[in-house]
């Protein structure tokens, strides 16, 4: 089965990472390509200041990239993938959710509406059923689903592991790579020899979106899980790969061992981009580490180290790679949910 698919945004720092991983996909063939009206009508190859570290697939190249307006994207694209800026995105997703298009999006507008189904496939697959409630209520034929913050999807697999022993508070610090910021996000005099410890609204996100996502879909509404989440949000002069201290205290207790054998546990679905296992647990006490760690299971790993007991509860470090698993490896995943569930 093949399904023809598009992304929105393609010629930006996520777009790019989505062409890097639909080529050769399984399941999608990528015909559609858009981005500003500056890019409008340029082939790919001349719009996009490639900054991959592999080549620009050579079909690719040659596609020439469309306005991002419905009326640009031909009718047998089957899902589209967004990447936009969120100011863009906001204004520009409900149009093509409206003309009848399944969007699978990374940016961060609509997220937390009621809504907007908020998807990682590992843990809350059966949030998509929202889609129902979606189109009853705004009466599209398409939809729009949305994957988290690459912070929060860093932590949120290991908290899901977790809520076997009932969890209760979380506090986390994150590590996070400059690639986050896009390509023009912070200078270099900014960052070299330094740390900046804040990232402008990441920490609502992480202190909001784990509530969502780790709630239950109750056929009508998402009822959120009542964790309550304190973050602390970093920039390190790191490429990729966000690292996150988080302590963890659950009703139940927990042990090392316990807390290790339900992060290998995690759920692992049958889908082309899925990571089996889905959190790999390092005894190193010094993994993981971005540079090492941050492409196992091509970028979709959760990778864990460090596990140790403390008076309230656990700790541990996760890391992820954030514009894989933390952005277009993250829609991707969502898009190949999409399609197993018969929405698309
Ligand atoms: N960078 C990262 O690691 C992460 C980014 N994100 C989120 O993903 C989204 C994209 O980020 P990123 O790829 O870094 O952004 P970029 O600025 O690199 O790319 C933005 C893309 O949107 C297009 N675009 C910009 N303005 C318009 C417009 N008015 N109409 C149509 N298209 C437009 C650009 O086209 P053109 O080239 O023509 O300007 C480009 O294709 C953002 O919402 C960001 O917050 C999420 C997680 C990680
Ligand atoms: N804010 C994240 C990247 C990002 O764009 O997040 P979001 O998808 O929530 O906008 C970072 O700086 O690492």
């Excluded at 500056?38 to 596609?63: C, F, L, M, N, T």
Aim: hydrophobic share 40%; with cysteine; charged share 25%.
């Amino acid at each position: 089965m093949s399904v023809n698919v598009g992304i929105l945004g393609g010629t930006g720092a996520v777009g790019q990472r989505f062409i890097q991983l639909l080529d050769g996909h399984p399941e999608f063939e990528l015909t559609t390509i858009t981005a500003s009206d500056a890019s409008a009508g340029k082939a790919y190859r001349e719009a996009a200041k490639w900054r991959i570290d592999s080549p620009i697939p050579e079909y690719v190249g040659d596609i020439e990239v469309r306005a991002t307006d419905p009326s640009d994207v031909p009718d047998d694209v089957d899902l589209l993938f967004s990447s936009l800026p969120s100011g863009v995105a906001a204004d520009v997703e409900p149009k093509f959710t409206e003309a009848g298009y399944v969007v699978s999006s990374n940016s961060s507008n609509s997220r937390m509406a009621d809504d907007v189904p908020l998807v990682i496939p590992e843990v809350n697959a059966d949030h998509l059923n929202l889609i129902e409630v979606q189109r009853d209520e705004r009466g599209w034929d398409g939809a729009l689903v949305k994957n988290p913050n690459c912070s929060t999807i860093t932590m949120v697999p290991t908290l899901a592991a977790l809520d076997n022993f009932g969890l209760e508070r979380v506090h986390v610090s994150t590590l996070q790579a400059v690639s986050g910021a896009g390509y023009d996000g912070v200078t270099s005099m900014e960052i070299i020899d330094n740390v900046i410890p804040h990232i402008g609204g990441e920490e609502d996100k992480m202190v909001t979106e784990p509530k969502k996502l780790l709630g239950s879909f109750d056929g009508s509404e998402i009822v959120q899980h009542d964790v309550d989440v304190a973050a602390s949000c970093n920039r390190v002069p790191t490429l990729d790969g966000h690292l996150e201290n988080v302590w963890a205290e659950t009703a139940e207790e927990i042990t090392k061992a316990s807390a290790e054998a339900a992060f290998a546990e995690a759920t692992t679905l049958d889908l082309p981009s899925a990571p089996d296992p889905l959190i790999e647990v390092f005894e190193d006490p010094d993994r993981p580490q971005p540079r090492l760690d941050r492409t196992i299971g091509d970028g979709m790993q959760i990778a864990v180290g460090g596990v140790q007991e403390t008076p309230a509860g656990i700790q541990y470090n996760c890391l992820a790679h954030n514009t894989i698993r933390g952005a277009a490896g993250a829609s991707v995943l969502n898009g190949e949910l999409l399609v197993e569930d018969g929405w698309v």
